[in-house]
């Protein structure tokens, strides 16, 4: 496996729950780290300090992606912090039901650019960069690792939630398709989580009848996405992959 020790990693959405979680592992690997927050400083920043005490090295970020030029923004920003990035995950989303009647232009909008369109700019611009390194370096076997979070719905729609879904499908195509260009000098995979962290506004009826339809008769967890993570990051002959980690839904 190729170690993580000493990498340079950004994690968007890393004040909060899972982006979090992937980030303090990233660390507690020895990863130079770059957390991206938007609403969640606190979090980011608390995590920063955490890190800086255990003597690693974190710095913050703070951009709203669903803005005009803030994706591009954060990969200049990120690559000026440490003088590269060799890992970056796209993990920051928005996620709410969105009922056809109910759906202002604005809001659709809003998914497009959070959840495909920043992920992309990042990608792209942070993923030429990692390849042009390797071919000028001759380094071919690592020259950097792209995790993308998607989603169980991007691979099997949710009629609750189509909005997002599409997003997610986008960011599957948005794997594959890197995963081609960008070869063989950078590895990129995806995660497809089923319910590992409901929403926090979540009834305990909704999240028993959703465990119900999974065939391992019990919600994630974080941890779970964190270990997918840590081995899709590492694993040097595995590319263009969703995992779903989804205790078996995708079955159903
Ligand atoms: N939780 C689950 O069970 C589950 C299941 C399937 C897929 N996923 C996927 O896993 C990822 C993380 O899930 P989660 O449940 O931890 O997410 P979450 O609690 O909804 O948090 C969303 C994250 O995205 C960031 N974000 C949202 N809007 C943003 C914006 N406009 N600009 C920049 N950042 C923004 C937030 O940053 P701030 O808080 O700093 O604003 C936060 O870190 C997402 O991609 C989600 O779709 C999660």
């Avoid at 995790?147 to 599957?172: D, E, F, Q």
């Avoid at 409901?198 to 999240?207: F, L, Y």
């Amino acid at each position: 496996m190729i170690s993580l020790n000493g990498k340079i990693a950004l994690v968007t959405g890393a004040g909060i729950r899972l982006g979090r979680a992937i980030a303090a592992a990233l660390a507690s690997r020895d990863c130079r780290m770059i957390l991206h927050c938007n609403s969640s400083r606190r979090g980011a920043d608390e995590l920063a300090r955490d890190i800086h005490r255990k003597g690693g090295e974190a710095v913050v970020i703070q951009a709203d992606l669903s803005q005009k030029g803030a994706a591009k923004n954060v990969a200049r920003a990120a690559q000026k912090a440490f003088g590269g990035v060799d890992i970056l995950v796209n993990n920051a989303a928005i996620f709410w039901p969105t009922p056809l009647d109910d759906l202002s232009e604005k809001q659709l909008d809003a998914f497009y650019a959070v959840n495909l369109k920043a992920p992309y700019i990042l990608c792209s611009e942070i993923g030429r960069h990692m390849k042009r390194r390797a071919e000028k370096s001759g380094h071919l076997a690592d020259g950097g690792a792209i995790l993308n979070i998607a989603c169980l719905a991007g691979l099997r729609p949710w009629k609750t939630h189509i909005p997002y879904s599409i997003s997610k499908a986008g960011v599957v195509s948005l794997t594959q398709g890197l995963a081609k260009l960008l070869a063989p000098e950078v590895r990129v995979n995806a995660i497809a989580p089923g319910t590992v962290l409901p929403p926090e506004d979540a009834s305990p009826e909704s999240v028993s009848a959703l465990i119900e339809k999974i065939p391992l008769k019990k919600s994630g967890s974080p941890d779970d996405v964190v270990e997918a993570a840590m081995y899709l990051l590492s694993a040097p002959f595995v590319t263009g992959q969703i995992l779903a980690v989804d205790g078996g839904r995708i079955l159903q």
